[in-house]
T-cell receptor
């Protein structure tokens, strides 16, 4: 069966520090991968998605970036965090094809102080 | 304009009763999919149920059913026989387009469901 994992689960980072969140999917190949952010009390906002290695599409201009160095690995990064980057970050995946469900990882709580 | 609207910020239901969570959507794409997710306090997004725009019958998954009214552009979630563990935030989401490789979900703002004993 397919599984998705992301880490770290929780982190507190000072303003201006770098960020790296990692996500991996097991049990499938060539998945579509996504990074979402959920601010407190709000819905989910799509940040990045990827349909293949090295292929990244950005939905929202910001100081975050994403990379997909391997087929089932998706990384969210920042060189210098802002206070507004605080939130709950969710990695997700889906199979390519019509009508497939998007499944989410456990999420990462980021607090920028 | 919002693509997914959930008009109920919070809902209360008694244990063992049924509850309906509202969702309306806006799209001009004839091919789309509608999803419901549950988010407990732990934060994890749990997939509940899916309805495709061309599906003839309303989707059902155990105690969850989706009341799909295409002409009204609504996709309400019905939870039967509520349990205390159903207390969580519930999100309605839509994927536009039926093919290709772009599967972006647009989410509503969610409904916080509280099940009372």
């Amino acid at each position: 069966s397919q599984t998705i994992h992301q880490w770290p689960a929780t982190l507190v980072q000072p303003v201006g520090s770098p960020l790296s969140l990692e996500c991996t999917v097991e049990g499938t190949s060539n998945p579509n991968l996504y990074w979402y952010r959920q601010a407190a009390g709000r819905g989910l906002q799509l940040l990045f998605y990827s349909v293949g290695i090295g292929q990244i599409s950005s939905e929202v201009p910001q100081n975050l970036s994403a990379s997909r160095p391997q087929d089932r690995q998706f990384i969210l990064s920042s060189k210098k965090l802002l206070l507004s980057d605080s939130g709950f970050y969710l990695c997700a995946w889906t199979k390519t094809g019509r009508g497939n469900t998007i499944y989410f990882g456990e999420g990462s709580w980021l607090t920028v102080v | 304009a919002q693509k997914i609207t959930q008009t109920q910020p919070g809902m209360f239901v008694q244990e063992k009763e049924a509850v309906t969570l509202d969702c309306t959507y806006d799209t001009s794409d004839p091919s789309y999919g509608l999803f419901w997710y549950k988010q407990p306090s732990s934060g994890e997004m749990i997939f509940l149920i899916y309805q495709g725009s061309y599906d003839q019958q309303n989707a059902t998954e155990g105690r969850y059913s989706l009341n799909f009214q295409k002409a009204r552009k609504s996709a309400n979630l019905v939870i039967s026989a509520s349990q205390l563990g159903d207390s969580a935030m519930y999100f309605c989401a839509m994927r536009e387009g039926g093919g290709g490789s772009n599967y972006k979900l647009t989410f509503g703002k969610g409904t916080l469901l509280t099940v009372n004993p």
